[in-house]
């Protein structure tokens, strides 16, 4: 079919090229935008015809896009046909460069993968398992693997090294007992408890805490409460305060 030598009628619409080339409409606009593809003039019912010369070019553009010829070099190359091959090399050479620059890449994940041990979570889960304190086969509570996950992210130790820390008090039930008694205080803070009151727990609860060679560094307490999803009561911001100035006093 000739294309070019038939009436405006008998030509191809947008979507009938764009059909042909394996594109979209929109692609077809977006190329007559920056230049790559010449606009046709509207026939007389308004529409834009396109011939042979706008399918063959098409069709070289969506080509030279798949191998991800930057749009400029395309359209260097349409204007000067003649330096194709010095552009195809080119990109080649790119090509190359980066498939070794992926090829490494994934050769170092693979070596992480194989290196990565546990996450944070299944750490910290194995070790109250260990201890008694988790069911086996249940995994910790969501709110808790997201802290694991912090604690990991932020202390120099890493939750492994915590864990390691938090092992002999793991391991003795009644100073664990103690913890959860101290832990379940907390919780249960009245919105009206004094400073002395506070005090009273944070230094009872530092001194059953095993004392880390390099303790974290703090976390400013609203960016924590982000994090975790979890908004602390008032009082609970109090006390946190009030643990974080004794355990730097205890020092």
């Known amino acids: 079919m000739d294309l070019e030598n038939q009436p405006a009628h008998r030509r191809l619409t947008i979507g009938e090229l764009a059909g042909l ?20 003039e509207r026939d007389a019912s308004g529409y834009r015809r396109y011939g042979v010369t706008e399918l063959v070019a098409l069709v070289r553009i969506v080509r030279l896009r798949a191998v991800g010829m930057p749009i400029a070099r395309i359209a260097a190359q349409l204007a000067d046909p003649g330096t194709g091959g010095g552009e195809l090399r080119r990109l080649a050479d790119e090509l190359h460069d980066e498939i070794a620059r992926l090829s490494a890449l994934h050769d170092r994940l693979l070596a992480m993968s194989e290196e990565a041990g546990p996450g944070p979570a299944d750490v910290v889960a194995g070790a109250l398992r260990e201890a008694g304190r988790l069911a086996p086969g249940n995994p910790l509570m969501p709110r808790e693997a997201a802290a694991a996950e912090l604690v990991d992210a932020l202390d120099p130790a890493g939750v492994a090294g915590i864990v390691e820390t938090m092992a002999p008090l793991l391991a003795d039930p009644a100073r664990a007992d103690r913890l959860a008694g101290l832990l379940r205080q907390v919780q249960q803070l009245p919105g009206d408890a004094d400073d002395g009151q506070l005090d009273r727990l944070a230094r009872e609860l530092l001194g059953v805490l095993p004392k880390p060679d390099r303790p974290a560094p703090p976390v400013d307490l609203a960016t924590l409460e982000k994090l975790l999803g979890h908004r602390l009561t008032d009082v609970q911001r109090r006390f946190q305060l009030t643990m974080r100035a004794a355990a730097e006093q205890a020092r």
Do not use: I
Request: proline share 10%; no cysteine.
């Open 21 to 40: 080339a394996g594109v979209s409409t929109r692609s077809v606009r977006h190329y007559h935008a920056v230049g790559l593809l010449p606009e046709p």
